[in-house]
């Protein structure tokens, strides 16, 4: 299907995982799958196809539930979503966690001090891009400090060298230094976003010693950065990538980390799973992904999702 003619409904429930079997989706963005999904069903009306439903987070959390995706870690990397996310937490105790941060294309933004980067877009401000970074920063280190039991991690921070240009690449550094000071100073853990700067990256991490627990999300490495990261204990996360056709590479890295070092993820509402690439993610699409990443290590998917959990449930402590 041609993208002018592609599908845009919601793919349909996979199979349940166990029923003794409750896996924990440890990075999406669950408020942000509501004008996602409000988007394509927009797009699908003016195509003539079918109106897409849209569904509140309630329902969005059940549906997860009803597959075996017993909870779900919610990242807040925009100031004004950092307390949309501890209020999930807050509206779904146990179900819901939180992990907050300024997400790296965002931190060059506060203060007007971006500068284009090679996916060629203009660069946007919003008006609380008026606050400077450590204002913003600030209020990631307020909000972890005053919701102790809802705020489970700092992230998404990182490098994105393919949104930021050059010139803003140590700006963008500096912001990640930032945040890895925070996690270490409130022993949390770190979820990583590293968009075209694994080197950059890695760099850094080893420069400043990472948190104790430090984890990349979505993962798009290649087996020698997994190398690195099996030998200094980090933790990887896969999502919808993991079953894409042309990624080896992030199966390979599953395989060398092993699944005491693995984890699973959405980042809803992108990166959809095989063979639903293009549609609105969300929660309920996790096992996909376990069955990918099952397929990659030759086990079966209870295996992979008993694993993913008791990983994700020592590294964030729930």
């Not at 079918?50 to 925009?78: F, M, N, S, T, W």
């Not at 500096?174 to 945040?179: K, L, P, S």
């Not at 925070?182 to 990472?210: C, F, N, W, Y």
């Not at 993913?308 to 729930?318: L, S």
Request: hydrophobic share 40%.
């Amino acid at each position: 299907m041609s993208k002018h003619h592609r599908d845009r409904s919601w793919a349909p429930s996979p199979e349940p995982l166990p029923e003794d079997i409750q896996v924990i989706d440890n990075h999406t963005h669950v408020a942000s799958v509501v004008p996602f999904a409000r988007a394509m069903d927009h797009e699908a009306q003016a195509k003539g196809q079918a109106p897409v439903p849209v569904y509140d987070v309630d329902q969005l959390l059940a549906q997860a539930q009803a597959v075996g995706v017993g909870g779900i870690i919610d990242c807040g990397c925009e100031l004004p979503h950092l307390m949309t996310a501890v209020q999930m937490a807050l509206d779904h105790p146990g179900n819901v966690h939180a992990a907050l941060a300024i997400h790296p294309n965002e931190a060059v933004l506060h203060g007007h001090r971006g500068v284009p980067g090679p996916d060629g877009l203009p660069l946007k401000y919003k008006p609380y891009h008026d606050t400077n970074f450590e204002d913003a920063l600030a209020e990631v280190h307020r909000l972890a400090t005053q919701y102790p039991e809802q705020v489970v991690a700092i992230g998404e921070t990182g490098m994105d060298l393919f949104r930021t240009g050059e010139g803003a690449k140590e700006l963008q550094r500096e912001a990640f230094r930032a945040h890895i000071a925070l996690a270490k100073e409130l022993g949390l853990p770190m979820q990583i976003h590293d968009r075209d700067s694994h080197r950059e990256v890695i760099e850094t991490l080893l420069a400043d010693g990472s948190p104790e627990r430090t984890v990349f999300h979505s993962y798009s490495g290649d087996a020698e950065m997994a190398e690195i990261a099996r030998e200094q204990g980090w933790y990887l996360s896969f999502s919808g990538t993991v079953s894409y056709k042309g990624n080896d590479g992030i199966r390979e890295s599953l395989r060398i980390v092993g699944l005491d070092h693995a984890m699973v993820e959405t980042d809803a509402p992108y990166l959809t799973p095989m063979p639903y690439r293009g549609r609105t993610n969300a929660p309920y699409m996790i096992p996909y992904t376990l069955r990918a990443m099952a397929d990659a290590l030759d086990v079966s998917i209870a295996e992979v999702a008993r694993g993913t959990r008791a990983t994700t449930r020592e590294v964030y402590g729930i």
